[in-house]
């Protein structure tokens, strides 16, 4: 069954450093998405992304972040400058965006954690 | 902005006892959808549900679309101990949009 793949499953970064998390969402999907999972806490939105263009971001998506997909398959979330605040899961996710059919299917996440 | 509120927090029961969660929201949502997350892992969708008063079953998992869309709860029916982990709802508004998360129903199972 197709899975939506994210590398690395771990980042350990120094605060002001640049991050690049990557994803791999489900072949034929349209719309991809990046939450955050701060440790004990839930899951919030971080921005949407459809037709190459971010459709949708949270307050918490400011300037320091940035979503791109440079090529067919893969979706790349960057954190320019990170913050100790930056560290938390952040999970991947992609729907089909076909009929009614929106349900979003994860990937397994990367843990970030800024020292 | 749109708040999920998911209750309980936290359930500890019997190996083959059932399970009821539920959320509720001020706002509207055109879907509900319910995931599993255990440690160290992303969110597994287990049902999905897109119409006011749907009701749907997923083995001994059973979910239902609240009438007024503001609501939806899930069962566990004769839970095992692979049912442990936390089960999350999720709301949205639009097509493709965004979904609002509750705060997660931890579920511990004994044997």
């Known amino acids: 069954e197709p899975e939506v793949t994210q590398t690395p499953s771990h980042q350990v970064t120094q605060m002001g450093q640049e991050v690049i998390l990557r994803c791999v969402p489900i072949?034929?999907?349209?719309?991809f998405y990046w939450y955050r999972q701060i440790l004990g806490q839930k899951v919030e939105f971080l921005v949407s992304f459809y037709n190459n263009e971010i459709s949708e971001k949270s307050e918490i998506f400011d300037d320091q972040f940035s979503v791109e997909r440079p090529d067919g398959s893969n979706f790349t979330l960057k954190i320019r400058s990170t913050k100790l605040e930056d560290s938390a899961m952040y999970f991947c996710?992609?729907?089909?965006?076909?009929?009614?059919?929106?349900?979003?299917?994860f990937g397994p996440g990367t843990r970030l954690t800024v020292t | 902005g749109q708040q999920l509120n998911q209750s309980p927090q936290s359930m500890f029961i019997q190996e083959g006892e059932d399970v009821s969660m539920n959320c509720t929201s001020s706002?509207?949502?055109?879907?509900w959808l319910w995931y599993k997350q255990e440690p160290g892992e992303g969110p597994v969708l287990l049902i999905a549900l897109y119409k006011a008063g749907e009701l749907t079953s997923n083995g001994r998992l059973t979910a239902q679309f609240g009438i007024t869309r503001k609501d939806s709860f899930l069962n566990i029916s004769a839970s095992i101990p692979s049912d442990v982990g936390i089960y999350f709802c999720?709301?949205?508004?639009?097509?493709?949009?965004?979904?609002?998360f509750g705060q997660g129903t931890e579920l511990s199972v004994k044997p």
């Open positions: 996710a992609s729907t089909p965006g076909a009929g009614i059919y929106y349900e979003q299917y």
């Open positions: 072949s034929n999907h349209l719309y």
């Open positions: 999720a709301g949205e508004y639009n097509q493709g949009g965004k979904l609002i």
């Open positions: 706002s509207i949502f055109n879907t």
